[in-house]
């Protein structure tokens, strides 16, 4: 078997800050995406070009420049802000916030898109069947748009799931303490690079197993009552 | 903003320009190569044939491709007979081993993007081509794959965007592309969103340069689709 030389719990412990990362970030991506989402399909113009820029620009700049630039600049800037309101001391960002921010702000912009197409899935009539039962705007969201939009995100947002966890992996390039990183670290105490980084790519192979599962799972309910031609 | 800091330092970004360009078309033609055969093969109903190529796929789509960096560059050193043997003469480049990793998980992908577009081709077709008497070959030849590459190139364009964005990856380990040369000014100024931003309009103005020519490409390839 596998000898890890002591090295299996902080690995453990680096993977624990993986998965969190990974669910943190899908929060704030869900969220940006589907606001962005209904930006693009307000009609407001205003809200359509702020949320055609962001999406634009997101996908036109790699992940890793975006999290440097996020991590080194956002330090100047609150360190520049800071005295402005009145705090002296030096802030320092923190590697889980900067890593969290960055990603749920880049997948925000492709959860938008998934988000796009699957309102657009959902057949006019529908919407104004509830409407002129005189449900509020919400309630239209909440009871009409949503439950049925579900199904036609589901693979986009599966797609959009498991690259997410992989770009997990660059926050380790900014200290964050998550498997590579701690898989790192051991292989420089043990001079095993080989097997330490291989017990992290078995890792993430698991997650996005299960992930597979889950999203294959949650597809099948969703689609309940659905006829596949 | 400081923009003499920019301006002094372009000839650092244009080598990483160099770098990055280099790279990404390199990994991307060497990967297309080996995708073509290895998706048709991956379509055999043979399970000894297609079953490798489909745990090669998954292994590598299913871990980040920074892992994949650092398993063959600081991994292949734990192995004695690999640094003995000639293998090493690459394996201690991290140029050769950005270039390996790229190449083999873009293959991946492509792999997986060719195999979708082989099997949605219509049945009717490569009935047709059976029945005008088509050996496998000149069947994947002549039908199969020139309709298969014209379903594949919208997707394949994303793989494309994808691999200029992981190639930023390569500044991890010392290579001097475009975030590597953003690494370096802002390292050398702490002048974090002049060194960064520049990066970020490189790889826009890339960006928007590859969707452009693909976008030419497609009406080329879907000449005939086009309504009058």
């Not at chain 1, 943190?24 to 009609?43: C, D, E, R």
């Not at chain 1, 600049?73 to 960002?93: H, T």
């Amino acid at each position: 078997m596998l000898n890890l030389q002591g090295y299996g719990p902080s690995i453990l412990q680096g993977t624990i800050l993986t998965i969190e990362l990974c669910l943190a970030s899908l929060v704030i991506a869900m969220f940006l995406g589907i606001i962005t989402a209904l930006a693009k399909l307000s009609g407001s113009r205003p809200l359509n070009m702020a949320a055609t820029a962001y999406t634009t620009v997101i996908r036109g700049i790699p992940d890793l420049v975006l999290m440097l630039l996020i991590f080194f600049g956002g330090q100047v800037l609150i360190n520049q802000l800071g005295p402005m309101v009145g705090y002296e001391e030096y802030i320092d960002i923190n590697p889980f916030v900067a890593g969290v921010s960055t990603i749920g702000f880049i997948f925000g912009a492709y959860m938008a898109e998934t988000f796009r197409g699957a309102i657009l899935a959902v057949p006019d009539g529908q919407l104004e069947a509830g409407y002129s039962y005189g449900m509020s705007r919400f309630q239209v969201f909440s009871r009409i748009l949503l439950p049925q939009m579900v199904r036609h995100a589901i693979p986009g947002f599966g797609n959009n799931w498991l690259v997410l966890m992989k770009t997990t992996a660059l926050v380790s390039i900014i200290g964050l303490n998550d498997m590579v990183r701690m898989a790192a670290l051991a292989a420089g105490a043990t001079r095993m690079p080989f097997t330490f980084y291989s017990v992290v790519a078995i890792n993430y192979l698991i997650l996005t197993s299960i992930s597979i599962l889950i999203l294959n799972w949650l597809n099948n309910k969703y689609s309940a009552g659905i006829i596949k031609d | 903003m400081d923009f003499s800091i920019i301006f002094g330092n372009l000839d650092i970004y244009f080598e990483g320009l160099k770098n990055t360009l280099i790279l990404v078309s390199i990994s991307l033609v060497i990967g297309l190569i080996f995708a073509v055969p290895l998706a048709v093969l991956r379509t055999s109903k043979n399970l000894a044939v297609s079953g490798p190529i489909q745990a090669y796929v998954y292994c590598f789509r299913g871990t980040p491709l920074l892992v994949q960096m650092f398993i063959i560059y600081y991994g292949m050193g734990q192995f004695e007979p690999i640094k003995a043997s000639f293998l090493w003469f690459f394996f201690k480049e991290a140029y050769f081993c950005a270039l390996f990793a790229f190449t083999l998980n873009t293959c991946a992908y492509t792999i997986e993007i060719i195999r979708g577009a082989i099997e949605n081709t219509p049945h009717g077709e490569v009935e047709a081509a059976k029945a005008a008497g088509m050996s496998n070959f000149l069947r994947f030849r002549r039908i199969i794959l020139p309709s298969a590459f014209r379903r594949a190139l919208p997707t394949y364009s994303n793989e494309i965007i994808f691999m200029l964005h992981g190639s930023s990856l390569a500044s991890v380990i010392t290579i001097i592309d475009i975030t590597g040369a953003a690494r370096i000014v802002n390292s050398r100024y702490y002048s974090p969103y002049e060194a960064f931003l520049t990066a970020a309009v490189f790889y826009m103005a890339i960006t928007f340069i590859i969707i452009w020519l693909i976008k030419k490409l497609e009406i080329r390839w879907f000449a005939h689709l086009r309504r009058e």
